[in-house]
């Protein structure tokens, strides 16, 4: 009996020994890390794809590298044209020395003339057919072809392409600069076919149409006037999508009023400067914070549905060029109060019209909360939101709570320092 159960136990061991190897591991420094995907129009063939890689090294800028690691590049960037961006993995091995993965994919890049075709949806759906590549990856529009946005998009401060497009990310969704797009996102609201998608704009090509006088937040990626060294690249502003296709854009303004009036948007703040109700030569700067959930309230089954949108938000004063010293004055913060909820609702009623008369529907997933109104799925779709919702009724209002008036309530007299 003892000598079974060592026979059993010496069995056991003896196959460990072949479930313990190392065959399919791949080391680091064997493969080559694609962080971003472009995808053009092929010239020539509406049947094939240009891809852009661009190779991130991820020995570069790590605390372990050593060796000749300091020496080599952060990135690698290869164009060409294939089948798809699936397959074009083995093409790319050609001149790439490592095998290509896509197991620390970013970012899916897009030139807006390639979004603006009917056959796009065709080819980024391949993308949910590939295991390595995740529903969470970020997805931009260019102005330009992704493979020139590519090569002039060199940051001096993030030398690492995968933190470089992260921290991007999370800046503009932070202040509501950029749309929270991605892969998951864009298929949902594709096959809802109901609401509008926004994804992320840039380019690194400066517009020849900027104008130093322009109100900075009327703008998109590329109107930004600046001057100084750092990179060319921009982010700002919203590509617009109607059932998979690009049609429009969004400016920075038109952006962050998207985050206000859709319920399952948050962000951390945003710094904007609205106009000084007791002097028309200045304007205050302020710090608008979410002060609750915005309430989407809708009355489907009128002859006239209606919407009644209400939007609480914290605004904090951060300049005072008018030297009024609101926290002991009640009655000018009264006026205060209702000038900042008359320019916010004036500034959203904009937008809210603008979806109705010329984009048809919109982008501030509403009709998710419609759908709650109907019993079933065919009743739903005998409403027809999209041609619905440019009749409706929508009714905005404005709740604002004032913040804080800076670290220091009491202005200085100028007249008093001059005299």
């Avoid at 190779?55 to 570069?60: D, H, Q």
């Avoid at 005072?320 to 909820?341: C, M, Q, T, V, W």
Wanted: hydrophobic content about 35%.
């Amino acid at each position: 009996m003892i000598t079974k159960m060592v026979l059993k136990m010496a069995n056991l061991l003896l196959l460990l020994l072949f479930i313990t190897g190392c065959w399919d591991q791949r080391e680091v420094e064997d493969m080559a890390y694609v962080v971003g995907i472009g995808l053009d129009k092929a010239e020539d063939d509406d049947d094939r794809v240009k891809v852009t890689y661009l190779i991130s090294n991820p020995e570069v800028g790590s605390l372990a590298q050593g060796g000749s690691a300091g020496e080599e590049p952060p990135r690698e960037i290869i164009s060409f044209v294939a089948d798809d961006f699936v397959t074009s993995r083995n093409l790319a091995n050609t001149v790439v020395s490592k095998e290509i993965t896509y197991d620390l994919l970013r970012i899916l890049i897009v030139s807006e003339e390639f979004a603006s075709k009917p056959d796009f949806l065709r080819w980024v759906y391949d993308a949910t057919k590939s295991m390595e590549i995740r529903r969470d990856t970020k997805l931009l529009v260019t102005k330009e072809k992704t493979s020139e946005f590519i090569q002039n998009n060199q940051p001096l401060l993030e030398t690492r392409p995968h933190e470089y497009f992260e921290k991007m990310y999370d800046l503009g969704s932070e202040s509501g600069m950029t749309p929270k797009s991605d892969l998951m996102t864009f298929f949902r609201i594709t096959e809802a076919d109901a609401d509008l998608f926004l994804a992320a704009y840039g380019t690194a090509q400066q517009s020849n149409e900027r104008n130093k006088g322009q109100d900075p937040e009327q703008i998109i990626a590329g109107e930004f006037d600046y001057e100084g060294e750092t990179n060319t690249a921009q982010y700002a502003g919203s590509a617009i999508f109607n059932e998979g296709k690009m049609f429009n854009t969004l400016t920075l303004e038109e952006t962050r009023i998207t985050y206000l009036l859709n319920p399952t948007l948050e962000f951390e703040s945003i710094l904007t400067s609205l106009p000084d109700p007791f002097n028309e030569k200045y304007k205050i700067a302020t710090k608008i914070i979410q002060n609750g959930e915005t309430s989407i309230k809708m009355n489907l089954k009128k002859k006239n549905p209606t919407i009644d949108v209400e939007v609480p938000v914290l605004v904090e004063v951060l300049t005072n060029h008018s030297g009024i010293n609101f926290a002991k004055d009640k009655d000018k913060r009264e006026k205060l109060k209702k000038s900042f909820e008359e320019r916010l609702t004036e500034k959203i009623e904009e937008l809210v019209k603008k979806t109705q008369e010329e984009f048809g529907t919109e982008p501030f997933g509403w009709s998710l909360i419609a759908r709650k109104h109907f019993k079933s799925i065919p009743e739903w779709e005998t409403f027809d939101w999209m041609n619905t919702y440019p009749d409706m009724k929508i009714n905005v209002t404005t709740k604002v709570r004032l913040g804080k008036f800076g670290r220091q309530g009491e202005m200085l007299n100028i007249e008093d320092v001059r005299d």
